[in-house]
């Protein structure tokens, strides 16, 4: 028994014998082609699985050529698909691996991580990688697809969707289909230069005191007036003064329940002495989950249970609300008695509170264009139409109509049965009495 290991062979010597080298995972033997009867061919190979185990595959046709095709095809599907075990081959599709990164992503985060993935993927990833194979995934291929985003994106949102990119790619690593992830080898996202937003900042104190008052005025013009009205019964007075009071997200301060309000204060020891200061527990957040509505759920770290403080104005709103019928179910912070969903109250503060008075646009002056000139149509000469004849309806004089004008003879119809009375369109000559009508009247006794 001997053995020679090499840096690209290894030869096994075990009584004698050589022992034969294990074939690649996905990859076929050698492709024999045989004919068991007439018109009856049958080609074999070995194939090796993702699951490591060999197995023999066997296909039938007419022809040797036509058993070689159907066996070929059978390698593709083997090497294209999956394992039994669920894992993921070299052929198997991004949007295969995609599907099974949004499942672990199910199992292991909260709904709202799962919705804003799949939305990632649906949207920007799957339309330009879905069709790609695994193997075809190369640092090469991901780093043009980032440049393409960066031609309409910004910064935030290709780094959002590099995260999702690349948590799909790890499930290839996971399975063995790739080596390495190619997603974590492109380079660091950075704002395209002359593309910069400035930050966000928070109002000033003047600036809170006129959007205060804008809320709570009426206004002289039409316009701004009417915007008012809609802000005052989206109840916006109420909520921007809660909102500028506690600083909370808008789905933190919908899901604020009448348990999580402590109007009586903690006790806060100072130099003076004990001092009661109202709080308020930030412990939930309300969320739009597709298929669920809205879902109630703890924040994703420990930092996002908290207690704050109630500034005097805070305070105001929340008894007055709390007073109110339409808290008795526990949440003051609705709006008319029912609990909106965090996006439609982002779109309301969005709409009602616009400009108001927005700067009118200098009116852009047309462009002259050069008149068009009518287009002559051909004179058609007129040709005078035929005059038409009058028709002359009459009776046909017959001896059978004379003999029943004169009271003598059977009752026969006319001939032609036209209406009697005179028509606009008759000439004269219909109204004119025949010569039936006449010898009737001569022989009539007096």
């Not at 802000?231 to 999580?260: K, N, Q, S």
Request: hydrophobic share 35%; aromatic share 4%.
């Amino acid at each position: 028994m001997w053995s020679v290991d090499g840096p690209l062979t290894r030869l096994t010597r075990l009584g004698g014998h050589t022992a034969r080298p294990p074939l690649a995972l996905g990859t076929p033997g050698s492709i024999t082609v045989n004919q068991e009867g007439p018109g009856v061919w049958v080609a074999r190979c070995r194939f090796r699985g993702h699951d490591g185990v060999t197995r023999r595959l066997r296909k039938h046709g007419a022809s040797k050529s036509a058993a070689r095709a159907e066996l070929h095809k059978a390698i593709e599907e083997r090497q294209r698909g999956t394992s039994r075990a669920g894992g993921l081959s070299p052929g198997a599709t991004f949007a295969e691996a995609a599907e099974l990164y949004l499942a672990k992503i199910a199992r292991k985060r909260e709904d709202t991580t799962l919705v804003e993935y799949r939305a990632r993927l649906d949207n920007y990833v799957l339309p330009a990688l879905g069709a790609l194979r695994l193997r075809e995934c190369t640092v090469a291929q991901l780093d043009r697809y980032f440049d393409a985003l960066s031609e309409r994106y910004s910064a935030n949102t290709r780094r959002s969707v590099r995260t999702v990119v690349v948590g799909v790619m790890q499930q290839a690593v996971i399975h063995g289909a790739i080596d390495s992830n190619p997603a974590r080898e492109i380079e660091r996202i950075e704002q395209t230069r002359g593309k910069r937003r400035a930050g966000p900042r928070g109002l000033t104190v003047d600036e809170r005191r006129a959007l205060l008052e804008w809320l709570d005025s009426s206004s002289p013009d039409p316009t701004v007036h009417r915007l008012q009205r809609l802000a005052r019964r989206a109840e916006l007075p109420d909520l921007v003064r809660f909102f500028l009071g506690t600083g909370l997200r808008i789905g933190e301060g919908l899901a604020i329940r009448r348990l999580d309000i402590d109007l009586e204060g903690a006790v806060v020891r100072t130099s003076a002495g004990e001092v009661r200061v109202p709080v308020l527990a930030v412990a939930e957040n309300l969320v739009w989950v597709k298929g669920k509505g809205l879902t109630r759920h703890e924040g994703k770290s420990d930092a996002a249970l908290r207690l704050l403080p109630l500034p005097s104005f805070a305070v105001q709103v929340i008894e007055r609300r709390l007073d109110t019928p339409a808290s008795r179910h526990g949440h003051p912070i609705s709006t008319r008695g029912r609990i909106p969903a965090p996006s439609a109250t982002r779109s309301t503060v969005a709409t009602r509170l616009a400009s108001p008075a927005p700067a009118p646009q200098p009116a852009r002056p047309r462009p002259s264009l050069p008149r068009r000139r009518a287009r002559s149509r051909p004179q058609i000469p007129h040709r005078p139409q035929p005059t038409r004849r009058p028709r002359v309806w009459a009776r046909t004089d017959s001896p059978a109509t004379s003999a029943n004008a004169s009271g003598h003879g059977p009752t026969r119809k006319a001939s032609r049965s036209r209406p009697e009375a005179p028509s606009a369109r008759t000439s004269s000559a219909t109204t004119a009495p025949t010569h039936s009508t006449l010898t009737a009247l001569a022989t009539r006794p007096v």
